[in-house]
């Protein structure tokens, strides 16, 4: 199995931008799709990035297409989400979440994943 922390997240002014980070340990890394994903107090939690194995695809929300930039380097076990022009609506705890998959893909469902980090906090001011 593989275990994922996410870390990079922090208080930020609307229009302002944001990276954070998951990092990964155990298994070989390129195995593992990569989503992430994020809940708002009293919300459910939501689909915002995915991306597959090697990064050749990458899924976003309709959301924060165009704002939010998902990447991964497979030599750091580690998956980035650059996020741009930031809007308080953003503000919620970011999960990252780890599927291993013979078939690759970018995943927007997070049933389809089995592994889970605690989370990082964005909040994002007015």
């Known amino acids: 199995q593989v275990q994922l922390v996410e870390s990079g997240g922090g208080l930020v002014q609307a229009g302002g931008s944001l990276r954070v980070s998951c990092g990964a340990s155990g298994r070989t890394f390129s195995n593992y799709a990569i989503g992430w994903f994020r809940q708002a107090p009293g919300k459910e939690r939501e689909f915002v990035a995915a991306i597959s194995r090697y990064g050749a695809t990458k899924n976003y929300a309709d959301s924060v297409k165009g704002r939010f930039t998902i990447s991964r380097d497979n030599a750091r076990s580690t998956v980035y989400l650059q996020m741009d022009s930031l809007k308080p609506e953003d503000t919620a705890i970011y999960y990252c979440?780890?599927?291993?998959?013979?078939?690759?893909?970018?995943?927007?469902?997070?049933?389809?994943?089995?592994?889970w980090g605690q989370g990082t906090q964005v909040t994002v001011s007015s």
């Open positions: 979440a780890a599927i291993q998959r013979l078939i690759s893909g970018a995943y927007a469902k997070a049933t389809e994943y089995a592994y």
